[in-house]
C-alpha cells in the first residue's frame, strides 16, 4: 500500500521546486523523511508526474546488471540511478549490489535472489 498520495508528493515537489525550501526544511513542515523530498524530486524531474505514481515492478536479471552497469560508468549514487531507471524504492539498487558483490550474475539467476534472465 502506498504510504503517500501522488498528490501529496505533488505537492511538496512543487513547493520544493518554488524554492519554498530546501528538502530538510520541508521535510519538517510536511513530516516527511528528507530522502523522500529528494527522491520524489529527481523521479519528478526526469519522468513527470509518472515519476510520482505507484509502480510495482519485477525486475530481470538483465535489467538489474544494466542498472548496476550504468552506476558504475556514471559513478551515480542509489538515488541517482535509481531516478533515472525509474526505480522507486532507491534502497533496491543497494540490495542489487550487494547480491550481486557476494554472489555475481548468479545471485540473479533463478537459483538466487531476484528475478530469472
Keep these: 500500500m502506498e504510504k503517500y498520495k501522488t498528490e501529496f508528493k505533488l505537492k511538496v515537489v512543487k513547493s520544493f521546486l518554488a524554492g519554498d525550501g530546501g528538502a530538510k526544511l520541508l521535510a519538517r513542515r510536511w513530516i516527511v523523511p528528507e530522502e523522500k523530498i529528494r527522491t520524489w524530486v529527481n523521479h519528478y524531474r526526469l519522468h513527470g508526474i509518472d515519476?510520482?505514481?505507484?509502480?510495482?515492478?519485477?525486475?530481470?536479471?538483465?535489467?538489474?546488471?544494466?542498472?548496476?552497469?550504468?552506476?558504475?560508468?556514471?559513478?551515480?549514487?542509489?538515488?541517482?540511478?535509481?531516478?533515472?531507471?525509474?526505480?522507486?524504492?532507491?534502497?533496491?539498487?543497494?540490495?542489487?549490489?550487494?547480491?550481486?558483490?557476494?554472489?555475481?550474475?548468479?545471485?540473479?539467476?533463478?537459483?538466487?535472489?531476484?528475478?530469472?534472465?
Design 51 to 117: 515519476g510520482l505514481l505507484p509502480k510495482r515492478s519485477a525486475y530481470s536479471a538483465q535489467f538489474k546488471l544494466q542498472v548496476l552497469s550504468h552506476q558504475d560508468r556514471e559513478q551515480l549514487s542509489s538515488r541517482q540511478v535509481a531516478a533515472v531507471y525509474d526505480i522507486r524504492n532507491p534502497n533496491q539498487v543497494v540490495v542489487w549490489r550487494r547480491n550481486f558483490d557476494e554472489g555475481g550474475v548468479e545471485a540473479f539467476s533463478k537459483g538466487g535472489k531476484g528475478a530469472p534472465i
